[in-house]
């Protein structure tokens, strides 16, 4: 039987919600918001807000908007920002998710007591990441950021160190940095409590790659909907494509195929961290107008 499911656990996570709530709540109100940084990836979202009245503008561009009104995404902002808001007069709205919040705060608790015993503070993260930016400044800017395994060399073990993830990375991956470390610790002849690891990747994020493993099982052909750009977005499209290979990667209802429409097959809808789901049904709507024709 012809079947179409959007799958009830995509679209943006909690963080990524609530900023937009915020941000809706907020133009509903005065139809200007400014915004440091894109609350999300994704066009179509974006040209929405946009529409209602939201201005994406850099950390330097807030000097020259005294007394207005500035939002924070969910990715947060370093101390500094929020001294140029203060410096410029402006009123913040905070859309800095709670998770991340919480990982600031550890951050600088960690670095200061890294400072004090002449350790390391480490963050498993991309470099150029706003969150990771953000958290970079919690440590004075002094944190050193891994970026993968292959960099766990570059960790001085003979000094204390703390390790932290980006909420959003993979947690296999850090669990291999870890064993990485520690492997070398061991080689080296180094008491394992010079090395204190944090769990501070996101449970939502991690939990996602369950629940779109079993979604991808429970379905015979699979539409995935995100950017072709997005990191997160290949990484859960492989993950799709990996448990159920009927699978297929598309950014627009434009391009929903008409062949998809034609068999009787249940069809899973599902997307990026970064597809609305909105564009979702959209594009459950364009699937299901198609097969009407038929
Ligand atoms: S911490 Fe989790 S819920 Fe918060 S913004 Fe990051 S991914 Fe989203």
Known sequence: MFRIVV??????????????????????????????GEILHNT??????????L?????????????????????????ETYQKARHAGAEILDATCPVVTQLQLLVRKSWLEMKK??????????????EVISLLGFADGKAQVINGINEAGLIDINRPVVLLSQT????????SLVKKIRHRMISCSIHADNLRVHDT?????????????????????????????????RYLFGTCHQVNRNSHWIEEPGEV??????????????????????????????????????
């Not at 179509?44 to 009245?53: K, N, T, Y």
């Not at 959003?168 to 669990?175: A, F, P, S, V």
């Not at 449970?203 to 990191?231: M, T, W």
């Open 7 to 36: 799958d009830p656990d995509a679209g943006p996570c909690m963080g990524v919600k609530r900023a937009i709530e915020m941000a809706e709540t907020e133009l509903a109100r005065s139809n200007q918001l400014y915004c440091v």
């Open 55 to 79: 201005q994406t503008i850099t950390p330097s561009g807030i000097g020259s908007l005294p007394g207005e009104r500035i939002m924070f995404r969910s990715h947060g902002e370093p101390p």
């Open 168 to 175: 959003t990375m993979n947690r296999k991956e850090y669990h």
């Open 117 to 130: 015993v002449n350790g390391t503070a480490v963050i498993f993260g991309k470099p150029d990441h706003p």
């Open 201 to 233: 990747i996101c449970k939502k994020v991690s939990a996602r790659e369950k629940g779109l493993k079993d979604f991808c099982r429970k379905h015979d052909l699979i539409i995935f909907v995100g950017g072709k750009h997005s990191s997160n977005s």
């Open 257 to 294: 195929e008409s062949s998809w429409a034609a068999n009787n097959s249940k069809t899973g809808i599902t997307g990026g961290n970064s597809t609305p789901i909105w564009i979702l049904n959209e594009v459950a709507a364009t699937l299901q107008n198609m097969r009407q024709c038929i």
């Open 44 to 53: 179509r979202e974006m040209d929405r807000l946009v529409s209602l009245g």
